[in-house]
């Protein structure tokens, strides 16, 4: 640090958004234009911020680093997008801003795989409470009632077995993973304690691989009243498998997540749009969960009072964290027309805005953002639009090898959330990455600077 600068300015970032959300990609470029920043390409602040002295530093006790280097060079020479994220991660760097005179910046950003959200009611509710809340969305949603119906049936019966309830539990929720319904909790049936993904197979065969909550011995599933009170022996075990869960899985995450200063919420538009009406009402459903969890915000008066005094009198490492800054973002701009983008704008605030504007204390933005920009425009055609890009899948779905641009087309979006729409009324077809070679040019981007320069403030 500067002599000149006597004081540092530690900013929480938490990432959140659903499977395929683009995470790792957005924290990708966020990083290459941090460590490599030009002002020209990515604004932070003023026209005249630059940054100095960037220094990257080790994560905090039991979080595992990002892997920058991989993921970037997954994006160069595999021609492939990143990964998912498989465990909690965690990028830590320092730097000076030109346009803060008395004060470096500590950045730790955070990452959690999308499927923990999933979790994120489970915390503050015991395991009646839990078994209630989620055999309410299956009773109140026909596609859950569909893919549940053998542990609903399990259920009806009048004296099941552990075992069997088990095993109907994990059927219905591989009936949820391979009919595309995120809301599947346990999430470690979907991702596992050790980071491995389910992969698509037949229920029964997931049902044999998957386990639900810490592993073998250690599985619980909802049980509705009429069990609980019938059998409380079952009840009891399955009550410390889920507190040991909770304990181990869930609050670790909620608590990250709580402890940090901004939340950016990735709310993938395209998913939502190309995946139907169902899509739609369970995203939103999780997201409701989560900041119900994590109540963003803060007393009007007292919060910003006990914010600054904290700055003065407290190191940076004893200050209290709670997060005042929302920010929800709508990835992959890149794959919508132009003529679109104010509308994918609109639809992102309208899915969401009553969660933050219900919040006291609470500074919220909205954004749509290209973390790497990977298409090219054409102009609109007698109301079609087109785009040019390396194309990654043909019309029936499968894997293409990189190759030569193409021009494709993709669907107009909608001023409004339609009342019903069809899984595949919509269409945003998959392109390669188009990352620079060198290391120290960060890709283009659209909007990722907007957002940075709200988060770290």
Known sequence: MSIFRVKTTECRVGVVGLYNAGKTVLLTSLINHLQDHDPDRFRLGGPDTRIRKFSTLNPDEGWDAFNYAGCRDALVHGGRWPGKTRDRSQFVCRFERADWTFSDCLLKVYDLPGERIADAAMLGRDFAGWSEHILALVANDSGYRNCCRPFLTEIANPAPTEAG???????????????????????????????????????????????????????????????????????????????????????????????????????????????????????????????????????????????????????????????????????????????????????TRRMVEKYADNRDGLRYEFFNLASVVSTKVLPAESGRRYLVGVPMRDAEGRKLPPG??????????????????????????????????????????????????????
Request: net charge negative.
């Open 404 to 457: 030569p641009e193409q021009r494709f087309e993709v669907s107009p979006l909608p001023d409004d959330w339609p009342t019903d729409w069809k899984s595949g009324q919509y269409a945003f077809p998959e392109v390669y990455p188009q990352m620079p070679m060198r290391k120290d040019y960060p890709p283009e981007q659209v909007n990722v600077d907007k957002l940075a320069s709200f988060v770290i403030d």
């Open 165 to 347: 309830l088990l095993r109907a539990y994990k059927l219905a929720l591989a009936n949820l993973i391979l009919n595309f319904k995120p809301l599947v909790s346990p999430s470690t049936f979907l991702l596992d304690v050790k980071g491995q993904p389910a992969r698509p197979d037949t229920p029964e065969n997931l049902a044999d691989s998957r386990f639900l909550g810490l592993g073998p011995g250690a599985e619980f599933c909802p049980l509705p009243a009429g069990l609980r009170a019938a059998d409380p022996e079952l009840v009891a075990r399955f009550a410390a498998r889920h507190a040991e869960y909770v304990d181990r899985v869930v609050r670790p995450a909620v608590s990250a997540l709580r402890s940090c200063t901004a939340l950016v919420v990735l709310i993938d538009v395209t998913m939502l749009l190309a995946g139907g009406v169902g899509m739609y009402d369970d995203n939103k459903q999780i997201l409701h969960d989560l900041l119900d969890v994590l109540s963003p915000g803060e007393h009007p008066v007292f919060g910003p009072l006990a914010r600054g005094l904290s700055k003065v009198f407290l190191p940076h490492q004893l200050r209290p964290g709670w997060i005042t800054k929302l920010a929800f973002a709508a990835p992959k701009m890149d794959l919508v027309h132009p003529t679109d983008r104010d509308r994918m704008l609109a639809l």
